[in-house]
T-cell receptor, first 111, second 114 residues
């Protein structure tokens, strides 16, 4: 049969708008979470991380929110730019610093 | 110079060939990782090295053989691979394996098995 690639959900936003990318994680014991950005032809690039003793952390134009009750993580990008177009992955880890990655979300920014 | 460098960037090999992927990190980190990224699955951890000792082998077939001669270099030796092994192979490093250490990735080797 024909091979089917991993289907990535896509978020399409207008340049200048805010973007929100969501992620559900699976392991309630996970205590560290990271967001990565992957552009075509490149490896994942670290954006921002958060530990489980926090529920919000801000960086430059990015904010990560953590809701441990429902095991949900989100990445907010303010004033989205064309250079933000990429695939975004969340990852979770606990002991041993081994990361488990989500399937990714493709962000497309319309000029 | 980028923090984590992988060579070659692209590799095409037959199923009977033997080749090696190389990773070098310039970040002074003590832990290094191999991941596989294919079109069909999320990023999968393959191997973990800490202070040059292999600490994790995530049920990877023996046709993949890692080597870590020092804390800056990591290799992945390949032999008798299968078509389903075609993927992007990513190397990463972190300061240690302690909780909460971000991993920094190279740009990967795109491997195609004929």
């Amino acid at each position: 049969g024909e091979s089917v690639g991993l289907h990535l959900p896509t978020l399409s936003v207008q340049e200048g708008d805010n973007s929100i990318i969501n992620c559900a994680y699976s392991n309630s014991a996970s205590d560290y979470f990271i967001w990565y950005k992957q552009e075509s032809g490149k490896g994942p690039q670290f954006i921002i991380d958060i530990r489980s003793n926090m529920d919000k952390r801000q960086g430059q134009r990015v904010t990560v929110l953590l809701n441990k009750t429902v095991k949900h993580l989100s990445l907010q990008i303010a004033a989205t730019q064309p250079g933000d177009s990429a695939v975004y992955f969340c990852a979770e880890s606990n002991a041993g610093n081994m990361l488990t990655f989500g399937g990714g979300t493709r962000l497309m920014v319309k000029p | 110079e980028t923090g984590v460098t992988q060579t070659p960037r692209h590799l095409v090999m037959g199923m009977t060939n033997k080749k090696s992927l190389k990773c070098e990190q310039h970040l002074g980190h003590n832990a290094m990782y191999w991941y596989k990224q294919s079109a069909k699955k999320p990023l999968e951890l393959m191997f973990v090295y800490s202070l040059e000792e292999r600490v994790e082998n995530n049920s990877v077939p023996s046709r993949f053989s890692p080597e870590c001669p020092n804390s800056s270099h990591l290799f992945l030796h390949l032999h008798t691979l299968q078509p389903e092994d075609s993927a992007l192979y990513l190397c990463a490093s972190s300061h240690s394996r302690d909780r909460g250490q971000p991993q920094h990735f190279g740009d990967g080797t795109r491997l195609s098995i004929l």
